[in-house]
Antibody, heavy 122, light 107 residues
Framework: QVQLQESGPGLVRPSETLSLTCSVS????????WSWIRQSPGRGLEWIGY???????NYNPSLKSRVTISLDTSKNQFSLKLRSVIAADTAVYYC????????????????WGKGTTVTVSS | DIQMTQSPSSLSASVGDRVTITCRAS??????LNWYQQKPGKAPKLLIY???TLQSGVPSRFSGSGSGTDFTLTISSLQPEDFATYYC?????????FGPGTTVDVK
C-alpha cells in the first residue's frame, strides 16, 4: 500500500516561497497522479493541483500564477512550490495520490499523507 | 468554478441512527462525485467515488447515491467511529472543488 509523507518548513515569511516535499513509499512515483490539497478554517479544503507521472500538470486557476508541482523520480518524491505567500496561505497542506483511470475518468484521491501545517508570518 | 454545498452543516445523532447527508453541485456533474470522512487532526479518508462506488475496505453501512446536481451519503447504522466531518468533492471539472463539510456529532 502506498504511503505518503509531507515535509518542509512550518513557518514561511510573507512574500517568500513555500516549499514542501511529499515522499512516496510502497510504490513508484512513475505511475498515478500526485496532488496537493490544503485546508484552512477560512477556506476549507482547497485543491491546489496535480502532476501526472508523465509530467503533465493541472493547477487550480486561483493559484496557477504562483504554483509549481514537480516530480523527482530518482528520490520517489514530488514537490510543491508556492511563491509570494501571504497570510491567507497559512494552512495544513496534504499530498495525495489519484489512481490512473480509464474513461469515463473518475478522479478521486485515495491515499493521503498526514498533512503538515504551514504558517505564513513575519 | 463548480460550487458544492452540503446540508446540514452539522447534525447530532446517536449510535444506531440512520444518517443522511446531502451534497448539491451548482451545475450538473453527472456522477463525478466523491465522499470523504475526516476526523480531527487527521487527513481526509476516501469513502465513496463515482457517487456510489464504495472504496475498498470501507464498511458497507456507508452508501452513496445521486446524479446530476443532487447527491446523498447515507450511513445506515451509525457507529461510534463514524462521528466525524464528511466532505463531498466533484471531479467533473478539471478544477476539483470540495463542499464545506457536514459534522456528525454525538446527540
Amino acid at each position: 500500500q502506498v504511503q505518503l509523507q509531507e515535509s518542509g518548513p512550518g513557518l514561511v515569511r510573507p512574500s517568500e516561497t513555500l516549499s514542501l516535499t511529499c515522499s512516496v513509499s510502497g510504490g513508484s512515483i512513475s505511475s498515478s497522479y500526485w496532488s496537493w490539497i490544503r485546508q484552512s478554517p477560512g477556506r476549507g479544503l482547497e485543491w491546489i493541483g496535480y502532476i501526472y507521472y508523465s509530467g503533465t500538470t493541472n493547477y487550480n486557476p486561483s493559484l496557477k500564477s504562483r504554483v509549481t508541482i514537480s516530480l523527482d523520480t530518482s528520490k520517489n518524491q514530488f514537490s510543491l512550490k508556492l511563491r509570494s505567500v501571504i497570510a491567507a496561505d497559512t494552512a495544513v497542506y496534504y499530498c495525495a495520490t489519484l489512481p490512473v483511470v480509464t474513461p469515463p475518468y473518475y478522479f478521486y484521491m485515495d491515499v493521503w499523507g498526514k498533512g503538515t501545517t504551514v504558517t505564513v508570518s513575519s | 468554478d463548480i460550487q458544492m454545498t452540503q446540508s446540514p452543516s452539522s447534525l447530532s445523532a446517536s449510535v444506531g441512527d440512520r444518517v443522511t447527508i446531502t451534497c448539491r453541485a451548482s451545475q450538473s456533474i453527472n456522477n463525478y462525485l466523491n465522499w470523504y470522512q475526516q476526523k480531527p487532526g487527521k487527513a481526509p479518508k476516501l469513502l465513496i467515488y463515482a457517487a456510489s462506488t464504495l472504496q475498498s475496505g470501507v464498511p458497507s453501512r456507508f452508501s452513496g447515491s445521486g446524479s446530476g446536481t443532487d447527491f446523498t451519503l447515507t450511513i445506515s447504522s451509525l457507529q461510534p467511529e463514524d462521528f466525524a466531518t464528511y466532505y463531498c468533492q466533484q471531479s467533473y471539472s478539471t478544477l476539483f472543488t470540495f463542499g464545506p463539510g457536514t459534522t456528525v456529532d454525538v446527540k
